[in-house]
């Protein structure tokens, strides 16, 4: 068994060593996200600032990443959150984690910060510091131009150079977008980070592994949802499943429905402005839209994004939403958190408490402010900082948007409390994924698990955490994990009775759901139906892994990053949603259409094995192995 | 009541239109005009989908004994995902 080798690296002293990965460490936190907390954990002090030098990003990959294993491409960055002071985990599709690991580096831990803007290039086994002066200024795009073709890169924008604190990464066309890594780099004078090799990933058992890849690739294509919507409309295709249910955030979140949301939408899009789709190496999926901008071929917007830059800000115009998710890619920034605080923004003037030029319904002059928000002009400045810092200096934190200071992604949870449930415990702040997603079962997909009922919500949250904690940690994309829905259902339809039927008693299943968490042992088998990515793994290193030891794998994780946020000073009082979905109704007559949080908190800890306070008991960590 | 239909997805495929105007006064109506219009199969596809209307899904109406009222747009959307 091949140990994971990484790269610590010192931009201060310009010097660079191999750090090794115990066997112990492999074992028990496999790769990705999960060994990546461990390892800040270990290796930085509590409190630091983290746009100072001594704060720490690793870089790193999983078994998975590089191997012929379905949308295995994505690789990992870990670093202090920039928006929330907890933990950062923020994942990208892009070449650079495959090319990383080809050159000899599973990992990557950087610190320091270069005293002049400087690259780094990783090739057979070697990390060389180069000057990137000439490329200080330049946008994503044409700082990649610039690199050589056949590499892998991570580079930064305009925003990451100016510490915008969204500012992301961009790897291709591939973002980290979220919690500010682009101003982590930025921080650190580092633009760049290329890297090239052709070391092909070890196997252990590769005959079993390739017959397993193949079932497992016709398992995606055979299935409604990888195999059929995904590549037809990508992502996009949400918008108006999530409006239907009112679960779509319009107008900075007070509503959840919007009468224009149509033209925004995945069919729209797919109807009018596509041009094929794509997908990220390795990916039978291949949900990326490219659509045509202006003339030229680009990378089409998410979900999120047609979400948040169209009924979000009561806009209907499509074209601008490709053009604003291009300019913020381009730039660098995370288009969730830019539109978000565009919103709030736009709140502040009709409110009458601020006025950045922004309106609801108004996006003529949003390329302008885009550009400006990116080089911190003027009182844009303001902008680069995020919703909670608005808020704080403006007032009006009931309507900032945001969980823990990082916006919240485009699900309504007065509509998916479920949802809400996980935005207030997810430990990077508003993220619907890192916040297990219930939004899927709940009100976006085919399975509507009674949305405004909090009954099993605490339990299938803990459950959707994890396991996504561990598909995350062995470098698989989250989408092939949406396999785990039957394909029945889709077969069958949402309205019908069945399906219904499962979403009105899944309510009650809190239980069960709860006795299998505790008794993971008992999920001792792999299947294709549930998490394949465990039996993958299991080929990939030799270790045993079953579907149970992949959940505790996502548990472990998922406290881990708990326990760093703890270090950090973020408390029980940090979990939680803005006032706006916990007091006021989304709909004035129906009681239920707010976020019962207060209900389904107690039981979520509980059912973590964490204290009243929501700290993780002595008990769980040395169960878990983590002291 | 005279209500607008507006095909999306793979419905299309069976109904050629985008949307066509008719008289139903409820969603079973319309269900029952695809079958007889296009086929048992495009009803199968019909029922699978997000039916709408005015954009609310029938889910947080009377599913599919919602009545309509005059000029209500129904709109079946397919099923997506990834977020
Ligand atoms: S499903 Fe989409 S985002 Fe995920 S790996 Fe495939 S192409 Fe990339």
Known sequence: ?627 | MNVTVKYRGELKDFTKLSEETLSAATISDVLNHIKITYGKDALKTAKRMVIAVNGKSILLLKNEKTTLSDRDIVTFLPICGGG
Request: proline share 4%; aromatic share 8%; charged share 25%.
């Open chain 1, 1 to 627: 068994m091949k140990l994971p080798v990484y790269a610590k690296v010192d931009l201060t002293s310009k010097a660079w060593e191999t750090f090794h990965i115990s066997e112990e460490y492999f074992k028990k936190y496999i790769g990705g996200k999960c060994l990546a907390a461990r390892l800040l954990l270990d290796l930085t002090e509590k409190g630091i600032d983290p746009l100072s030098p001594e704060a720490t990003v690793i870089i790193n990959t999983s078994p998975l990443n590089g191997t012929a294993s379905p949308s295995s491409s994505r690789f990992n960055m870990t670093f202090k959150n920039v928006l929330t002071g907890g933990i950062a985990s923020s994942n990208s599709g892009g070449q650079f984690g495959v090319m990383m690991k080809r050159a000899g580096f599973d990992g990557l831990i950087i610190t320091g910060k270069a005293e002049k803007p400087t690259m780094l290039e990783i090739v057979d086994g070697t990390v060389t510091f180069k000057s990137a002066e000439d490329l200080w200024g330049m946008d994503t795009e044409e700082t990649q131009q610039k690199l050589p073709k056949a590499y892998g890169k991570i580079v930064i924008g305009t925003a990451g150079e100016n510490l915008v604190r969204y500012a992301s990464a961009a790897s291709g066309e591939r973002m980290s977008g979220r919690c500010g890594t682009g101003a982590v780099f930025g921080s650190k004078n580092l633009k760049a980070i290329i890297a090239f090799g052709k070391t092909q990933p070890e196997v252990a058992h590769p005959e079993k592994f390739k017959k397993f890849v193949k079932k497992w690739i016709t398992f995606i294509k055979n299935h409604p949802m990888t195999g059929d919507s995904l590549p037809k409309y990508g992502s996009a295709g949400i918008v108006n499943k999530a409006n239907a249910s009112y679960a779509l955030p319009t107008h900075n979140f007070k509503y959840g429905h919007f009468e224009k949301a149509d033209a925004t939408s995945g069919e729209t899009l797919a109807e009018t402005r596509l041009v094929k789709n794509n997908g990220c190496v390795s990916c039978p999926i291949r949900c990326e839209r490219r659509v045509m901008m202006e003339g030229k071929e680009v990378k089409g917007p998410e979900y999120e994004t047609l979400g948040l830059l169209g009924a979000n800000i009561d806009s209907d115009d499509l074209d601008m939403v490709l053009k604003i998710n291009y300019m913020a890619d381009d730039l660098g920034m995370d288009t969730i958190s830019l539109a978000s605080t565009i919103a709030f923004a736009m709140e502040l003037k009709e409110r009458g408490i601020a006025d950045f030029g922004v309106e609801f319904g108004k996006t003529d002059n949003l390329p302008e402010i885009v550009t400006k928000i990116a080089h911190r002009e003027g009182i844009y400045s303001d902008l680069a900082n995020g919703t909670k810092w608005l808020s704080e200096k403006y007032s009006g934190a009931g309507f900032a948007m945001h969980v823990k200071g990082l916006e919240i992604a485009s699900y309504e949870p007065r509509r998916s409390v479920g949802m809400g449930l996980g935005y207030a415990t997810s430990n990077r702040g508003g993220c619907h994924l890192n916040g297990g997603y219930l939004a899927l079962l709940e009100s976006v997909g085919v399975l509507s698990i009674d949305p405004q009922n909090p009954g099993a919500k605490a339990q299938l949250s803990v459950f959707m955490q994890d396991a996504l904690e561990a598909v995350s940690s062995s470098g698989s994309c989250l989408f092939s994990a949406q396999t785990f829905v039957p394909a029945i259902l889709f077969k069958m339809g949402p309205n019908h009775p069945v399906t219904r039927f499962i979403g009105k008693v899944a309510v009650h299943v809190g239980g069960v759901v709860n006795l299998l968490l505790k008794a993971t042992n008992l999920i001792c088998f792999n299947s294709l139906f549930l998490l394949p990515h465990a039996e993958s793994l299991h080929l990939v290193t030799g270790l045993k892994m079953k579907t149970g030891d992949f959940i505790d794998l996502g548990e472990r994780s998922f406290n881990l990053e708990r326990m760093y946020n703890i270090r950090e000073g973020l408390t029980t009082k940090d979990d939680t949603l803005p006032e706006r979905l916990l007091r006021t109704r989304q709909d004035t007559n129906d009681t239920s259409t707010v976020v019962p949080l207060d209900k389904m908190l107690p039981v979520y800890y509980k059912t973590r094995g964490w204290d009243e306070k929501g700290v993780p008991t002595e008990k769980k960590l040395k169960k878990l192995g983590i002291i």
